[in-house]
């Protein structure tokens, strides 16, 4: 079994910055794509960055210029750097993996991330 656990949520003033951390474990052959989701009160999850399984980057438009995901892959490890912080970028941050062959994807149980003067 594969988990997923992250860390580096907290809170933070209004243009402050947090570090995400996510680390993978278990049994894995090969992790396809990795990213970060988020989920605020009343809305629905929504992907916040994610590397492709070919190493592209996708960033949501909400957080493009501030936010940069990074990768270990020694690790199985996946990063958030979130800069320039917004009281709408509080919200659940997920981490997300798939693995496989076959394709199977897991989710991290969400780290709290609180943007608040």
């Known amino acids: 079994q594969v988990q997923l656990v992250e860390s580096g949520g907290g809170l933070v003033q209004p243009g402050g910055s947090l570090r995400l951390s996510c680390a993978a474990s278990g049994s894995i052959f090969r992790i396809n794509a990795m990213g970060w989701y988020r989920q605020a009160p009343g809305k629905q999850r929504e992907l916040v960055a994610g590397f492709t399984e070919i190493g592209n980057t996708n960033y949501a438009d909400s957080v493009k210029g501030r936010f940069t995901i990074s990768r270990d892959n020694a690790k199985n490890a996946v990063y958030l750097q979130m800069n320039s912080l917004k009281p709408e970028d509080t919200a659940v941050y997920y981490c997300?993996?798939?693995?496989?062959?076959?394709?199977?994807?897991?989710w991290g149980p969400g780290t709290q991330v609180t943007v608040s003067s």
């Open positions: 997300r993996m798939t693995t496989g062959p076959p394709l199977v994807f897991h």
